[in-house]
């Protein structure tokens, strides 16, 4: 994302967060505490996202990816295994996968205005080799879970829920980050909860949940804050693991952020109702989930252009007119690294190709007013000569 003061040009920025004087508080009085590591704070962030959430406990790590990294290696893949996500979809799940020398396979979604996983074409690819499938909540909005749950049960697989778009978001009795096996999250910068860079990990099973939380500190039997604190300067490493502990900096940002996502998506939901009010005058133009009723986090503002306009002069007239854009995202298997991967060469991904060169994200944000709203939705109809 390009901030407003780096690009000063820009009248509606894609992205913002709600950061004030809460947060700066915040922060001083950890700066003030002179321990910077995982501690307290990361404590506390824990309890308190696992309470938001109804689960027992959560697990803060340093990012998304991190968090999507740790439940593959909780997962113990071998090389050769196979590992189901959509396609479209942010590449780190891609990544951590084939890091692990397992193999990505690449589903289709649903349709043009629905942009989760398909779970027909789930059922399609899976084979004896398959260890887990991914469901990512594209855009904040749920994706299939009972039919992927019952999915990945009647074949004896895991369920990860890639939840990076969509914390606190209520769905099917619990909340999403919780229906599957592992849940992952991203406090990313742009993200509706950010602390900058971070994430968290939710498990159901304990013990799965516990090898995920030392991994997250190199397998160490002791932390370096309880050994602070127990004045026992002794531990052991039981396993392999990383650093991917957060910072007490990025737990307080994360304690305030938590407690402003009811307003947040509040405000994000008016937009997203202006923007649909006013992009009803092109009926050609899809608008993804629209027919949704149920909660989102409405992390995104997706639109499909219709077909044949040419996305890269919309976006030059968005622009031009102080409008940042954005493409969430490149399918995974035209990107280079995965182009002709085993995985993508199995996948008959024609609604995912179909949708891609179309796809545009419109800024959506809780400091944009419903002018805003109406100004960037009005400007997307003149680009596309809708009067």
């Known amino acids: 994302m390009t901030s407003a003061r780096t690009a000063p040009h820009w009248r509606i920025t894609l992205a913002d967060n709600t950061v004030d004087e809460q947060e700066i508080t915040a922060v001083s009085e950890v700066l003030r505490s002179r321990w910077l590591s995982a501690g307290g704070q990361t404590a506390a962030f824990e309890r308190e996202f696992a309470d938001r959430l109804g689960v027992d406990e959560a697990v803060a790590v340093s990012s998304g990816t991190a968090a999507l990294h740790l439940a593959t290696m909780a997962l113990d893949l071998r090389p050769g295994d196979e590992v189901i996500m959509p396609a479209l979809t942010f590449v780190a799940c891609a990544a951590v996968v084939a890091l692990a020398g397992a193999v990505p396979v690449l589903a289709d979604v649903r349709a043009p205005d629905d942009l989760t996983v398909d779970p027909a074409d789930v059922t399609r690819l899976l084979t004896r080799r398959t260890r887990a499938v991914v469901a990512m909540h594209y855009a904040g909005y749920p994706a299939d879970l009972p039919a992927l749950r019952a999915v990945c049960e009647r074949h004896g697989v895991s369920l990860i829920?890639?939840?990076?778009?969509?914390?606190?978001?209520?769905?099917?009795?619990?909340?999403?980050?919780?229906?599957?096996?592992?849940?992952?999250?991203?406090?990313?910068?742009?993200?509706?909860?950010?602390?900058?860079?971070?994430?968290?990990?939710?498990?159901?099973?304990?013990?799965?949940?516990?090898?995920?939380?030392?991994?997250?500190?190199?397998?160490?039997?002791?932390?370096?804050?309880?050994?602070?604190?127990?004045?026992?300067?002794?531990?052991?490493?039981?396993?392999?693991?990383?650093?991917?502990?957060?910072?007490?900096?990025?737990?307080?940002?994360?304690?305030?952020?938590?407690?402003?996502?009811?307003?947040?998506?509040?405000?994000?939901?008016?937009?997203?109702?202006?923007?649909?009010?006013?992009?009803?005058?092109?009926?050609?133009?899809?608008?993804?989930?629209?027919?949704?009723?149920?909660?989102?986090?409405?992390?995104?503002?997706?639109?499909?252009?219709?077909?044949?306009?040419?996305?890269?002069?919309?976006?030059?007239?968005?622009?031009?007119?102080?409008?940042?854009?954005?493409?969430?995202?490149?399918?995974?298997?035209?990107?280079?690294?995965?182009?002709?991967?085993?995985?993508?060469?199995?996948?008959?991904?024609?609604?995912?190709?179909?949708?891609?060169?179309?796809?545009?994200?419109?800024?959506?944000?809780?400091?944009?007013?419903?002018?805003?709203?109406?100004?960037?939705?009005?400007?997307?109809?003149?680009?596309?000569?809708?009067?």
């Not at 990076?164 to 909860?193: E, R």
């Not at 370096?224 to 900096?249: C, I, K, M, Q």
């Not at 030059?316 to 002709?340: K, N």
Request: charged share 25%; hydrophobic share 40%.
């Open 161 to 387: 829920e890639d939840a990076a778009h969509a914390p606190a978001v209520g769905y099917a009795g619990g909340m999403l980050g919780t229906h599957g096996d592992i849940g992952c999250f991203s406090f990313f910068a742009t993200k509706n909860l950010t602390t900058g860079e971070g994430g968290m990990v939710l498990a159901r099973d304990p013990a799965v949940r516990e090898r995920i939380r030392l991994a997250r500190s190199h397998h160490l039997t002791a932390s370096t804050w309880d050994r602070l604190r127990s004045g026992d300067a002794s531990y052991d490493v039981s396993g392999y693991g990383l650093n991917y502990r957060p910072t007490e900096v990025s737990a307080a940002l994360g304690r305030v952020q938590l407690r402003k996502l009811t307003l947040d998506r509040l405000r994000r939901r008016a937009l997203v109702a202006t923007y649909r009010e006013v992009l009803a005058a092109a009926p050609e133009l899809v608008l993804p989930f629209a027919e949704r009723t149920g909660d989102s986090a409405l992390h995104l503002m997706p639109v499909v252009l219709p077909d044949g306009v040419d996305r890269a002069v919309v976006r030059e007239e968005l622009s031009a007119s102080g409008i940042q854009t954005s493409v969430h995202y490149p399918p995974v298997h035209h990107l280079s690294a995965y182009r002709g991967s085993a995985g993508a060469e199995r996948s008959a991904l024609a609604v995912t190709d179909a949708v891609a060169p179309r796809l545009l994200s419109l800024p959506l944000h809780s400091r944009m007013s419903d002018d805003d709203a109406a100004l960037a939705a009005r400007t997307l109809l003149r680009c596309l000569r809708v009067r």
